[in-house]
T-cell receptor, first 112, second 115 residues
């Protein structure tokens, strides 16, 4: 079965500094991986997805993630944090039947 | 703009009453939709998979008689929380996968508060 582990429940960065949100996955076959962002009391927005093409995936709002099979990781990064990036981020793996398995989430706080 | 619309965005109801939440795909046909539940400060948990024209598939531990799902058309799925109790208060989110774009889109979510 597929599973996702987000290594940090909370991450705090200063505005303008890099962001790193860590995610490890477990999958019995080549997975599809996603990062979603959720702002308070809002739905989820797709940031980016990996579907076995390029291992470095670029998403919206300057985010990118690198799929590393040897490390079973799919960490989310951004060179320079903005105040509007403060939100909760979910790493997600797609399961058979198009079910999505969510990580526990990482709350990103951006300090001014 | 939103491609999956969920309504209402929030609802407050009395214990014992039923609440219906609608999920619509706006610009694609969705043979399958998913319903998730999110408790405060927790991740999303899949409740059930809604299949157009057939019965929903419920995840283990989810009461199918309590959470009624109807997927009557290719663009609409509904979740009815029957005989709601305060412990049903939660954030419910639907999603639908666009087969052409290969991406799952999420509704805005519904904040249910049972008093």
């Amino acid at each position: 079965a597929q599973s996702v582990t987000q290594l940090d429940s909370h991450v705090s960065v200063s505005e303008g500094t890099p962001v790193l949100l860590r995610c490890n996955y477990s999958s019995s076959y080549s997975p599809s991986l996603f990062w979603y962002v959720q702002h308070p009391n809002k739905g989820l927005q797709l940031l980016l997805k990996y579907t076995s093409a390029a291992t470095l995936v670029k998403g919206i709002n300057g985010f990118e993630a690198e799929f590393k099979k040897s490390e079973t990781s799919f960490h989310l990064t951004k060179p320079s944090a903005h105040m509007s990036d403060a939100a909760e981020y979910f790493c997600v793996v797609s399961q058979y039947g198009n079910k999505l398995v969510f990580g526990a989430g990482t709350i990103l706080r951006v300090k001014s | 703009g939103a491609v999956v619309s969920q309504h209402p965005s929030w609802v407050i109801c009395k214990s014992g009453t039923s609440v219906k939440i609608e999920c619509r795909s706006l610009d694609f046909q969705a043979t399958t939709m998913f319903w998730y539940r999110q408790f405060p400060k927790q991740s999303l948990m899949l409740m059930a998979t809604s299949n157009e024209g057939s019965k929903a598939t419920y995840e283990q531990g989810v009461e199918k008689d309590k959470f009624l799902i109807n997927h009557a058309s290719l663009t609409l799925s509904t979740l009815t929380v029957t005989s709601a109790h305060p412990e049903d208060s939660s954030f419910y989110i639907c999603s639908a996968r666009d087969p052409d774009r290969g991406e799952a889109f999420f509704g805005q979510g519904t904040r249910l508060t049972v008093v």
